[in-house]
């Protein structure tokens, strides 16, 4: 696990952009795994300032999202096929783009075809990440077995509560969604986590440097041979000589 320790948001995003820019311009067919939420926004305007500037392009390159609500249409605001249409995907010259269909008549057979999808492709290149405060990556809550693949859950408390700010009432907040398991995102070539601010700070020490076990979720990337996290220095606050 490389550690790459900047002092703030605009720094980790800079650091991130150009990780991926460089991945994306040295390797041909490139497949991505990509996130929502607040930690990769300014990623995503990075990386969509630089294509506008003719330094890069997504041509030759594919996303797969690593979860989506279950029950929302694509068209919600709330809904993440919405968000990466927004920040990134409508912007850029994407080859294609796959997104967990929530509103699927049979969610179980729409996981399955994820992973096909994603073999048929050639695998994860690249899995980009954010980390929750109970430590989960992709929407895999404590608990979730290491070798799960992609998989409807159960969204745990914390993490309703955590999401309930882009909703208008917590009680709008999805309980479930379809997300990348953790053996699909071991078997990315390569893992890229994103941290920041002093509330991330506990789930970083312990997936960085504690036990790694099904109810720390990242902590199972203690044990991927390429994973690098970038980390502000609040959320580094806790990682003492390391």
Same mark, same amino acid.
């Given at each position: 696990?490389?550690?790459?320790?900047?002092?703030? =948001?605009?720094?980790? +995003?800079?650091?991130?952009?150009?990780?991926?820019?460089?991945? &994306? @311009?040295?390797? @041909?067919?490139? $497949?991505?795994?990509?996130?929502?939420?607040?930690?990769?926004?300014?990623? =995503?305007?990075?990386?969509?300032?630089?294509?506008?500037?003719?330094?890069?392009?997504?041509?030759?390159?594919?996303?797969?999202?690593?979860?989506? =609500? $279950? *029950?929302?249409?694509?068209? #919600?605001?709330?809904? =993440? +096929?919405?968000?990466?249409?927004?920040?990134?995907?409508?912007?850029?010259?994407?080859?294609?783009?796959?997104?967990?269909? *929530?509103?699927?008549?049979?969610?179980?057979?729409?996981?399955?075809?994820?992973?096909?999808? !994603?073999?048929?492709?050639?695998?994860?290149?690249?899995?980009?990440? *954010?980390?929750?405060?109970?430590?989960? !990556?992709?929407?895999?809550?404590? *608990?979730? #077995?290491?070798?799960?693949?992609? %998989? $409807?859950?159960?969204? @745990?408390?914390?993490? &309703?509560?955590?999401?309930?700010?882009?909703?208008?009432?917590?009680?709008?907040?999805?309980?479930?969604?379809? /997300?990348?398991? !953790?053996?699909? &995102?071991?078997?990315?070539?390569?893992?890229?986590?994103?941290? @920041?601010?002093?509330?991330?700070?506990?789930? &970083?020490?312990?997936? $960085?440097?504690?036990?790694?076990?099904?109810?720390?979720?990242?902590?199972?990337?203690?044990? %991927?041979?390429?994973? /690098?996290?970038?980390?502000?220095?609040?959320?580094?606050?806790?990682?003492?000589?390391?």
């Amino acid at each position: 696990m490389n550690i790459i320790r900047v002092s703030d =948001y605009t720094s980790m +995003s800079t650091k991130a952009r150009d990780m991926v820019i460089d991945r &994306i @311009s040295n390797f @041909s067919d490139m $497949v991505l795994a990509i996130p929502t939420g607040n930690t990769p926004e300014m990623l =995503y305007s990075l990386l969509v300032d630089t294509y506008k500037e003719e330094k890069v392009s997504f041509k030759d390159v594919v996303t797969f999202n690593l979860d989506e =609500y $279950v *029950g929302i249409s694509p068209d #919600n605001p709330q809904s =993440y +096929s919405y968000y990466m249409k927004e920040h990134l995907l409508k912007h850029i010259d994407i080859r294609r783009n796959y997104i967990p269909d *929530g509103l699927a008549d049979d969610l179980e057979r729409e996981c399955a075809e994820y992973e096909d999808k !994603i073999r048929e492709e050639g695998g994860i290149d690249l899995a980009i990440m *954010g980390i929750g405060r109970n430590g989960h !990556i992709g929407f895999n809550e404590p *608990g979730t #077995n290491f070798e799960s693949l992609t %998989h $409807v859950v159960e969204l @745990s408390e914390d993490t &309703i509560k955590a999401n309930a700010r882009f909703f208008p009432k917590e009680e709008e907040v999805p309980r479930r969604a379809i /997300t990348m398991g !953790i053996k699909t &995102i071991m078997n990315a070539r390569e893992v890229l986590l994103l941290a @920041s601010g002093k509330e991330k700070a506990e789930a &970083i020490k312990k997936a $960085v440097i504690g036990e790694v076990t099904e109810e720390l979720p990242a902590s199972a990337l203690q044990r %991927h041979k390429h994973c /690098t996290f970038i980390i502000d220095s609040d959320a580094a606050s806790l990682l003492k000589n390391w």
